[in-house]
């Protein structure tokens, strides 16, 4: 954090600094990227990201928008840029990026949004990608479960302060679960590790990665986590 | 820039890897940064920035405005972040940020701007900060010159593709000239290193900084230019 002298900010362990949370899904198909954090372009860059049809949003908070027009890199060489989001999202988006909704873009290497409004399941390629409503504090934030060929492989719930039954229900045996875990102390509007660790229970995921990780959760206390609990960091590529 | 091979882009030099372009001023008095770009918490943090007092905005282009929520950390610090910018740049702020202008902030944390708009100068501790109305394509940005007890200390000129006349006078002999200087060739919105050049002809500051770098122009390109032109790189710190 910026001004802070903490023991994770002054970590020796790089994987205790983080950009802000998104996730990238590369399929033999099609890629696409979960969220455009003010990150976005210093992390398509680190990663190499080299091709990207499609940007799907969990909510329209500046830690998940406010690199969107880095897009715009991708929109040029498809020549637009498909953007799932909820009608609550897409409105936002639309507010915030006026200058790439309003149609009036100039120049051709301008960000072409082509916006797709998520009411439910949704595909990309061979993945059938559901959306999981879930409490964010006040607001409601999606979740995403990612399955292919009838399996579920992956959810990632990177903002919630509680997962209702009915979408753990849904997502439950998933391969990967990766959960919004702030940090050991409760916050209002995200999962404490020990509510993340909770959700883990009663979804009974393979394995549990924390996500959305503040400078109170240092990459160490990883050691005292479950055996098929794990913190994620910047970086992490997993295979499935 | 995402997904380029250039040679700037694959350059060993890391000066060649740039990110948006700001600027950081302490004075004796307090501190501010002109802009702050999607980078801002990450060259915040690389800069050890520990006290900021305000944000000073040349105009509202993505490139120059999507990291002001993280400004949060210093407000919270102050109580509030005075915001100076015209009247144009700060509807855009109030429009992109709206939860942080409506004053419905709920949490202690969260960003309290104070805005001010620039209409003419202004003062920050015992600099005059000029504003300097320059087109950049067509729009009109701020940039702005920055004198203390009188002489005209540094003029910064992120944004343009033309200086006025009036402009160029009232900056002429400035110390230090950090003037847009895109690239070599031609760009609508932006000064190349040609037009940046006949810019500092005319204003004869004792120094010119080149900024707002795109990777077709290298660091490696100083070596070629005049003995009191330099071009600009992150982290570069100037004392007066």
Same mark, same amino acid.
């Given at each position: *954090?910026?001004?802070? @002298? ?6 020796? /362990? =790089?994987?205790?600094? !983080? #950009?802000?949370?998104? %996730?990238?899904?590369?399929? +033999? ?9 003010? @990150? ?12 990207? @049809? ?15 027009? /880095? ?18 999202? *897409? !409105? ?18 301008? #960000?072409? =949004? ?12 061979? $993945?059938? %990608?559901? +959306? ?6 006040? &607001? ?7 399955? !292919? ?17 009915? %979408? ?12 919004? &875990?702030? !940090? ?9 590790? &020990? ?12 394995? $549990?990665?924390? $996500? ?12 005292? #986590? +479950? ?14």
């Amino acid at each position: *954090m910026i001004g802070c @002298d903490c023991e994770v900010c002054r970590s020796a /362990d =790089p994987r205790d600094q !983080r #950009l802000r949370s998104s %996730i990238y899904v590369e399929t +033999p198909e099609c890629s696409w990227v979960v969220d455009t954090g003010p @990150d976005f372009r210093t992390q398509a860059l680190r990663q190499n990201i080299r091709r990207l @049809d499609a940007v799907v949003f969990t909510h329209s908070h500046t830690d998940h928008i406010m690199g969107f027009d /880095d897009l715009r890199r991708f929109s040029y060489a498809r020549g637009s840029m498909p953007v799932y989001a909820s009608a609550a999202t *897409m !409105r936002d988006l639309e507010r915030v990026f006026e200058f790439a909704f309003n149609g009036l873009n100039r120049f051709p290497g301008y #960000l072409q =949004p082509e916006p797709h409004l998520v009411t439910g399941p949704f595909t990309l390629g061979g $993945t059938v %990608i559901v +959306p999981l409503p879930v409490p964010h504090g006040n &607001a409601t934030v999606n979740g995403y479960l990612f399955t !292919r060929d009838g399996v579920a492989l992956a959810a990632y719930l990177s903002d919630a302060s509680g997962v209702p039954d009915a %979408i753990a229900q849904q997502i439950s045996g998933v391969k990967i679960l990766i959960i919004d &875990a702030l !940090r050991p102390k409760p916050h209002p509007t995200h999962l404490s590790v &020990a509510g993340a660790l909770a959700v883990a229970a009663r979804v009974r995921p393979d394995t $549990t990665y924390f $996500t959305h990780i503040a400078h109170e959760l240092p990459q160490a206390a990883e050691a005292g #986590l +479950p055996s098929d609990t794990y913190v994620a960091y910047d970086g992490l590529t997993l295979s499935l």
